[in-house]
């Protein structure tokens, strides 16, 4: 009898006190889209919005990202489309009501990078800008993966360049592999080219013109800015050998320094000191003509992308009359608010197209025949199709590529 008091007992605690239902999704676990379903009918049985049923069986962005994220490597073409075309942000993606923490922060995060990018197109250097406003964007990214107790990004776990890295190649790198963010390169172009007599034009004449280093004074970022110096003093005269022994000297000291700080050894800094590190290094370089600021540009109809080029730190390389006078016509706008200056590039070049015309027999000959062309219009189309064309010009910030001007 009282055993079978105890079993009455213990089957009124069962129905009195039942427990309760186990309702946590790890979100680390990598789900394939056919569990998601499964599993949340499992922890709520009542029918998924149709929304969200989509999203779970279907998803376009999968179990891990969403579309689009992480976001490549701000390309200067890329930056230059986006601050032409403005596009809108992203819709959000389609997702659960709980849970999939990870995938909000990547949709948060590409919202957030939208939002810089469009910031940086209002500055003089829309690329440095962009590419700084990327590696925040990912490291707040980061930052907020690791805030919470689940598995980050597997791109969060390097720091500093090989974060970059790690996500410019989880995007997909750039065909050719050009500006893909070099590992603990500062924002400048590393290993610089050899010195050599059919580059040290460049050097010498588009050095005001080049960026300085981002970032904190590492080894990396003293080496360029020594360089820079270096080329300086050695381009008073124009010297191939002097130029030579800085970048020498230069990069054998960046591997001493580098070595010291224990920093992981770059690829060149392991071979031997001497002819075969400097080959490695040579070999690697990016831009060995040092050429990355010069551009052939169309400098009629000129729209605001190449405005913002022309107006920034700028240097003209083809000396050919009446190329000068046309481009300080442009230029004289630069002054004015971003608004007005294409409407005053059109005053301003209409003047100095009217102005060379009737001078014309003293200095300046026409050799175009474009004043001879009749009225205003076929005047200024002579001149946008033949000294307005293909100017050579030495500039720091990108313009837009051929063809793409508004």
């Not at 427990?19 to 599993?39: G, R, T």
């Not at 974060?163 to 790198?173: K, M, P, Q, T, Y």
């Not at 610089?192 to 904190?216: D, F, H, K, M, Q």
């Not at 820079?228 to 020498?248: I, L, P, Q, T, Y």
Request: hydrophobic share 35%; aromatic share 4%.
């Amino acid at each position: 009898m009282a055993a079978l008091g105890l079993l009455l007992s213990l089957l009124g605690a069962a129905v009195v006190a039942p427990e309760p239902p186990q309702d946590v999704i790890q979100e680390s676990v990598d789900l394939q889209p056919p569990l998601i379903q499964q599993l949340l009918q499992e922890s709520d049985p009542g029918p998924l919005p149709d929304a969200a049923a989509a999203a779970a069986t279907a998803a376009p962005w999968g179990p891990r990202s969403v579309r689009g994220f992480p976001p490549p490597w701000p390309e200067a073409a890329a930056v230059t489309e986006h601050c032409r075309e403005r596009p809108p942000a992203p819709a959000a993606p389609a997702l659960p009501p709980s849970s999939f923490g990870h995938l909000r922060r990547q949709a948060a995060a590409l919202g957030a990078l939208g939002t810089r990018l469009d910031s940086c197109c209002d500055r003089a250097a829309p690329v440095p800008c962009a590419r700084r406003a990327w590696s925040a964007v990912l490291d707040a990214f980061c930052a907020e993966e690791f805030a919470v107790k689940t598995r980050p990004f597997h791109c969060c776990r390097p720091r500093g360049a090989q974060r970059r890295r790690c996500f410019a190649e989880a995007a997909g790198a750039p065909e050719g592999g050009a500006e893909v963010a070099p590992e603990r390169d500062a924002g400048v172009p590393f290993p610089p080219g050899e010195p050599t007599a059919s580059n040290v034009g460049n050097i010498c004449g588009l050095r005001g013109l080049r960026p300085g280093p981002e970032g904190p004074p590492a080894p990396i970022a003293r080496f360029h800015l020594r360089l820079e110096r270096d080329f300086g003093r050695c381009c008073r005269n124009g010297s191939v050998e002097c130029a030579h022994e800085a970048w020498r000297s230069g990069l054998e000291r960046l591997c001493r320094e580098e070595a010291a700080a224990g920093a992981r050894p770059r690829r060149c800094c392991g071979e031997a000191p001497g002819p075969a590190r400097l080959r490695c290094f040579a070999a690697s370089a990016p831009r060995p003509r040092y050429d990355r600021e010069l551009h052939n540009v169309s400098l009629g109809r000129a729209g605001p992308a190449l405005l913002r080029a022309l107006c920034g730190p700028a240097r003209l390389l083809s000396r050919r009359r009446p190329v000068p006078e046309l481009l300080g016509a442009i230029t004289s706008c630069c002054p004015r608010p971003p608004q007005e200056q294409r409407a005053c590039t059109e005053d301003q070049l209409a003047q100095a197209i009217t102005t060379l015309c009737s001078a014309r027999g003293g200095a300046w000959k026409d050799p175009e025949r474009c004043c001879a062309g009749g009225d205003a219009a076929a005047r200024r189309r002579c001149f946008d199709s033949t000294y307005l064309a293909g100017v050579r010009m030495g500039l720091a910030v990108p313009p837009p590529p051929q063809g793409h001007e508004e």
